[in-house]
């Protein structure tokens, strides 16, 4: 039967047990801890924590792991975004996409016409401009999208690839490849759409100029919307717009279709509240696009009522 421990002699403390040394410092007793791996620790050797203190090795480790994932999420592209929602990127991919796609339907072209001087003179080329009739008519409403990759020689490819490369790949670093693709797109039928509802009957438009000059819209908006100066932005477009008037044989309508477009669809972007950023972004483009194929229909009943019988 176990005995208790005898009281101590009367007028004498109680015997205390010794206190750990400090993990560190061996030589100082201390009954602190760490609260991550408790090992005993002085004063000394101790850091605040958000829930207790922690020893040194423990602080510096925690410091050394939120380092590597920072640095794992900046490699990620996370946390790291733009003003429209975009994760930022180091290079532009989709620009040098859509100038090699124009420039191999231009190479196509020309095989076909068996003349690069002369690549409008292919079928191919004639099946896929934008002609008012032959969309009301015929139905080939294909022409509003495939008259945006076609370019009547060498020189007006070559212009509008160029401008394309300078204003592409910083627009599309603002907004990432989706957005900057739902920008090109929407304004090149927005150029088509407004030849189709304003322009001539008879006159066959093709070219890259109605997405490009909705770059340019967007470019003035996002300028102003991160407050630099847009003087620069502000001169190119209104040089282009006098060219568009002075030079003959260009769609001045399917510039400003583009550029009206392209601005509207930039402001929906990098205005749109960071809360539900995506959802309003989609939402005020569904409503851009929605206005854009209202005109389209309504131009088309327009046209095919002149002709009854033939829609």
């Known amino acids: 039967m176990t005995q208790p421990p005898s009281p101590p002699p009367h007028g004498q403390p109680p015997r ?32 605040e924590a958000s829930v207790g203190y ?22 990620a592209g996370y946390g790291a975004r733009t003003v429209a929602g975009a994760r930022v990127a180091d290079r532009a ?18 095989l076909l016409a068996s003349d690069p001087l002369q690549n409008h003179l292919s079928r191919f080329f004639a099946d896929g401009t934008m002609q008012t009739l032959a969309v009301a008519y015929e139905g080939e409403w294909w022409r509003l999208f495939t008259s945006g990759f076609l370019h009547y020689g060498l020189v007006h490819l070559g212009m509008n690839m160029l401008v394309l490369w300078f204003l592409g790949r910083d627009v599309e670093l603002l907004l990432g490849k989706v957005r900057f693709l739902t920008l090109y797109f929407v304004a090149m039928l927005a150029g088509s759409v407004a030849v189709y509802a ?27 919307r991160l407050k630099l100066n847009p003087t620069m932005a502000i001169g ?12 003959p044989g260009i769609s001045l309508l399917g510039h400003l279709g583009g550029l009206i477009a392209g601005a509207l669809v930039m ?25 854009l194929l209202g005109m389209y229909f309504y131009r088309s009943a327009q046209l095919c009522s002149l002709v009854p019988g033939v829609c």
């Open 16 to 47: 205390q047990e010794a206190l750990p040394g400090c993990w560190w410092h061996p030589n100082r007793q201390t009954g602190l801890r760490c609260v991550r791996c408790e090992r005993p620790a002085c004063p000394e050797c101790l850091r």
């Open 54 to 75: 922690q020893c040194v090795d423990c602080v510096n480790a925690a410091r050394k792991q939120q380092r590597t994932q920072a640095a794992a999420y900046r490699r």
């Open 93 to 110: 991919l989709v620009t040098p996409v859509l100038i090699g796609l124009n420039a191999a339907i231009f190479v196509l072209t020309a």
């Open 198 to 224: 304003f322009g001539d009957f008879n006159t066959a438009t093709a070219g890259a100029s109605g997405a490009i000059y909705g770059l340019l819209g967007a470019l003035l908006v996002a300028v102003l």
């Open 236 to 247: 190119i477009i209104v040089l282009n717009l006098v060219l568009s008037v002075t030079i």
């Open 267 to 291: 402001v929906a972007m990098v205005y749109a509240p960071e809360r539900n950023r995506t959802a309003y972004q989609a939402g005020a483009v569904a409503v851009l696009v929605a206005g």
